[in-house]
């Protein structure tokens, strides 16, 4: 690709420090598009990275960047996604033509079935589009206490007086221990919603490659020293990002989920950040959209586009989802957690859970 000047290269953002530079300084700039994030999904999953760069020739300088994973399998053929196991990645390009960059990485991948892109707003008009989710984001810009009386007064307000009353206390893990405890919680979650738990591997990635560099956090509530919430939370210059939530579905009345987002936005006041996004929902799950907006956060489309169309399983809707889940609630927590193991460990079939 030669457009006024550019071109379009494949470089590796862990030895080419323009990438992560570029990321650093572009306003729309996300961990998600940080070369750390590109070594959590690979080590995590196998993914052949494919990071796409558009350079000004004359300068040496980088203009526009496309992460992107090459996923796929002799059943599903072969797939770019920026990215998968990320809610959204829309892709940095200054107001460039997105659409030439598609054709362009379309020749150059040939027997290439589709390319998923994940934005964070409307999509592209000429790209093949589905809207099943939103994400929340909360300013936070007000401070604590002002973001406080904004909080919806009984389900919010009163639950966190609740957990305070009733003895919860919040503190930041400090040692993997911590995130074996956190993923007990994750996997009864993912149990009560009928899906598999991720696999450990994500988790321990994370812990090693991001928390070093200061962009993991993973507070925890405990209730009588033992853990009953936690969420894994990506932080990236002033965004904090919500993700992966989960906690002891007996002690929901105690209120400690919502003590865990309380004491999270004091954090992240204090540390100066100036968004709080919520992680996304599906638009079918109304009461988790309720649940956020009851904090005060804006819901924000998400839209995957297509190009030039997809071909995937469908594992989110239809008869052999809805019994592969009633199977799932009834499976030891083990055997469940040896399923995500095989399911996040096939080409076919990863990415269509997330």
Request: proline share 6%; net charge positive; glycine share 8%.
């Amino acid at each position: 690709m030669n457009h006024t000047g550019l071109n379009l290269q494949i470089v590796d953002p862990e030895t080419d420090q323009r990438w992560d530079d570029y990321v650093q300084t572009h306003p729309k700039g996300l961990i998600y598009h940080h070369s750390a994030w590109r070594r959590v999904l690979e080590s995590s999953f196998g993914y052949q990275p494919y990071y796409a760069a558009l350079q000004d020739s004359s300068r040496g300088q980088f203009q526009g960047v496309l992460p992107l994973m090459m996923a796929g399998s002799k059943i599903s053929g072969r797939r770019l996604i920026s990215l998968p196991f990320t809610s959204h990645c829309t892709p940095l390009l200054d107001g460039l033509d997105l659409e030439e960059l598609v054709d362009c990485l379309g020749r150059q991948c040939p027997g290439l079935g589709y390319l998923e892109l994940r934005f964070l707003g409307p999509a592209q008009p000429r790209l093949e589009s589905r809207k099943d989710y939103v994400t929340h984001t909360l300013e936070l810009g007000p401070g604590p206490e002002r973001l406080f009386k904004k909080f919806h007064p009984t389900s919010i307000r009163q639950r966190i007086k609740r957990a305070e009353r009733n003895g919860l206390k919040f503190r930041l893990a400090e040692t993997e221990n911590d995130l074996k405890e956190f993923f007990k919680l994750h996997i009864d979650v993912r149990k009560k919603h009928g899906l598999p738990p991720h696999r450990y591997a994500f988790f321990s990635n994370m812990w090693r490659i991001l928390k070093p560099k200061g962009m993991l956090l993973l507070p925890i509530v405990e209730h009588d020293g033992r853990a009953v919430a936690g969420a894994v939370i990506l932080r990236f210059r002033d965004t904090f990002i919500y993700e992966y939530g989960a906690s002891d579905q007996a002690k929901l009345h105690l209120g400690p989920n919502q003590l865990l987002i309380w004491e999270v936005i004091k954090l992240a006041c204090c540390q100066g950040a100036r968004v709080l996004d919520l992680g996304r929902s599906a638009i079918t799950h109304l009461s988790l959209i309720e649940f956020k907006t009851r904090w005060g956060a804006m819901t924000k489309q998400l839209t995957y586009c297509f190009y030039p169309k997809a071909r995937r399983f469908n594992t989110r809707d239809g008869l052999a989802r809805s019994m592969l889940g009633a199977i799932n609630r009834w499976l030891p927590n083990r055997v469940l957690q040896l399923e995500g193991e095989l399911i996040y460990g096939h080409p076919a079939l990863r990415t269509s859970f997330f």
